[in-house]
């Protein structure tokens, strides 16, 4: 299955990549536009994998319904947006 069919098709969605060129940012705006609004992204990857300033948007429009991140994007920082997210 693509990733965009895996996407729509999801409750979960657990990343579980290492990080190359090919997965930076691997989950972003389009992507998680793609996603159900009741599905749930977990990032246990590299915080790379997924642009946080996207996810922080999607997750505020209520595109997904939320998230689990034991990584970030740029370490030990976390993104302003995601703070005090409810869902995060």
Do not use: C, Q
């Amino acid at each position: 299955m693509d990733l965009p069919a895996l996407l729509a098709e999801s409750d979960v969605v657990s990343l579980h990549a290492s990080l190359t060129d090919e997965t930076r940012g691997l989950i972003g705006e389009k992507e998680l536009r793609r996603m159900k609004p009741t599905a749930l992204l977990v990032n246990t990857a590299r915080g790379p994998v997924v642009d946080e300033e996207a996810l922080a948007w999607a997750l505020n429009e209520h595109l997904i319904a939320g998230a689990a991140l034991d990584v970030y994007e740029k370490e030990p920082e976390i993104f302003a947006g995601l703070l005090g997210l409810e869902n995060v």
